[in-house]
């Protein structure tokens, strides 16, 4: 993992990992006051979100309405999708007291993105069935903009942000020692803070996007250097000695290497899915980890057995639907922990359609979905050790720190504490993945590393993480001390 995270800092297309530029090299602290609005759109549900914000870390009040998107739009045009978006966020406005005047929004927009400022990006491809392909390679912040003056509305993008992004900026917003997010959801991605000069093709795409201008009086350090300053923004911001980090989403569901222990049961279910072909986005390491596809490797496993014996008798022809055991049900079966296994049987007999398995039979399932579950846990406790091992925040304090702000700590010297946010629905709701992924970062760190390192659940970053990135880089916002 860190290997990859080097190659990719380095070029483009030079790793699995896409080490993508966010353009965030801000995050809140605290200080921010006002109210602050924000879109969310990652799959086939968006939400609109209304956060207000006190100073010294405090939500004052959060209204938030989901919105399903119909299906049709997910496979039509981008003028239609966004104006369905804008048409709610219109909507939603209506109801406040206060839907004329100029507000800041936070877009969350969990698709691969190629960022060229903060507030802009183009969409490298469509993912979770969305396949409108006259957006691909179009600024998505600026098809929502272009929506929302349209409907006459006075919000503009202030923030485009990866749902990681958000996630990690509602994280620094409680706790400052936050240094990365990860989601562990339906699908799973990260993204970390990162110094600036350890990302080696930034600066080239700095300067071939504009975002470069001459010299200018650095308001941190009162040095006349040159300013990191996308030109579509009127404020200034630091120059490039005192803007020393940056938040980078690494794409990291598509990580791949050969260390990785893949099965037959992988290969399989790389071949049904529909990005099989595509070896840019594989999703190699999220197809291990994800709630998508946990239930059905353990489908996949329980198949194969079925073929090979007669464990499930003759009615184990369901087993051959793709995906008709979903992670959901993996999880009840796994802590079911009832003598007889009671729910094991409910699934069995209601989902899979396996009437009277024997309760040997059971205990099979169980321990299929136990190896799942524990390979995901572990996988992504590992991945979140590469990342605090890039940092030099694993205890090592190996090469693989140099390029960090922190370093490796000096032998006998206390490890610095560490916050990862983590948001995502199959961490939150699965205890037993939590407790295998909390015992595989003890056995890979140490107990004493590992007690330094608190993996916190942050509630909604994606939304209201996305709402405060807009309060720090909104023109009417004081300016911000970077990272």
Not at 401 to 415: C, E, F, L
Not at 435 to 462: P, Q
Request: overall charge negative.
């Amino acid at each position: 993992m860190v290997v990859e995270m080097h190659a990719g800092l380095a070029s483009d297309g030079g790793s699995k990992l896409k080490m993508l530029l966010t353009f965030v090299d801000a995050l809140p602290n605290g200080n921010e006051e006002g109210i602050y609005y924000s879109i969310d759109l990652g799959g086939t549900n968006f939400r609109v979100l209304r956060v207000e914000v006190g100073a010294g870390s405090v939500i004052i009040n959060q209204k938030v309405e989901h919105q399903p998107i119909p299906e049709e739009l997910t496979k039509g045009t981008t003028e239609d999708l966004f104006n369905f978006v804008a048409l709610a966020l219109k909507s939603f406005l209506e109801r406040e007291d206060d839907q004329d005047v100029k507000r800041a929004l936070g877009f969350t927009f969990s698709f691969p993105v190629r960022q060229n400022s903060v507030s802009s990006g183009s969409l490298i491809r469509w993912t979770k069935g969305f396949s409108i392909e006259d957006t691909v390679g179009k600024d998505v912040a600026q098809c929502l903009n272009d929506a929302l003056a349209r409907c006459g509305l006075n919000v503009r993008v202030t923030a485009l942000v990866n749902d990681t992004v958000g996630t990690l900026a509602l994280g620094h917003y409680y706790d400052e020692d936050t240094v990365a997010a990860v989601i562990i959801g339906s699908g799973t991605n990260a993204c970390y803070i990162e110094r600036t000069d350890a990302i080696i093709k930034c600066q080239g795409l700095l300067t071939n996007s504009g975002g470069m201008v001459s010299y200018f009086f650095c308001f941190i350090c009162s040095q006349y250097d040159f300013f990191m300053k996308c030109l579509c923004e009127e404020k200034e911001l630091w120059c490039s000695k005192c803007s020393i980090h940056q938040v980078v989403n690494m794409e990291w569901g598509n990580f791949w290497s050969s260390h990785l222990p893949r099965t037959l049961y992988d290969i399989s279910l790389d071949d049904e899915t529909q990005n099989r072909n595509d070896q840019q986005s594989q999703q190699g390491f999220e197809k291990m980890i994800s709630g998508m596809y946990l239930g059905e490797i353990a489908r996949l496993v329980l198949h194969r057995m079925a073929q090979e014996s007669d464990v499930f008798g003759d009615a184990a022809d369901s087993l051959s639907n793709p995906f008709i055991l979903s992670t959901p049900f993996l999880a009840a079966i796994r802590e079911d922990d009832s003598p007889d296994l009671s729910e094991v049987r409910r699934v069995l007999q209601e989902h899979l359609k396996i009437p009277d398995a024997p309760l040997k039979t059971r205990r099979l399932v169980v321990k299929v979905c136990d190896i799942v579950t524990r390979r995901a846990a572990r996988l992504a406790a590992a991945g979140i050790v590469g990342i605090l091992k890039k940092l030099g925040r694993d205890g090592s304090g190996g090469v693989a720190s140099t390029s960090s702000s922190s370093g490796g700590r000096a032998r006998g010297q206390q490890p610095r504490r560490t916050v990862v946010a983590i948001e995502g629905g199959l961490y939150q709701g699965y205890p037993v993945l939590r407790e295998y992924l909390d015992e595989a970062l003890v056995e890979i760190l140490g107990e004493e590393v590992a007690r330094s390192v608190t993996l916190r659940v942050t509630e909604d970053g994606s939304g209201i993480g996305a709402a405060l990135l807009a309060a720090v880089h909104s023109s009417n916002s004081q300016q911000q001390v970077p990272i």
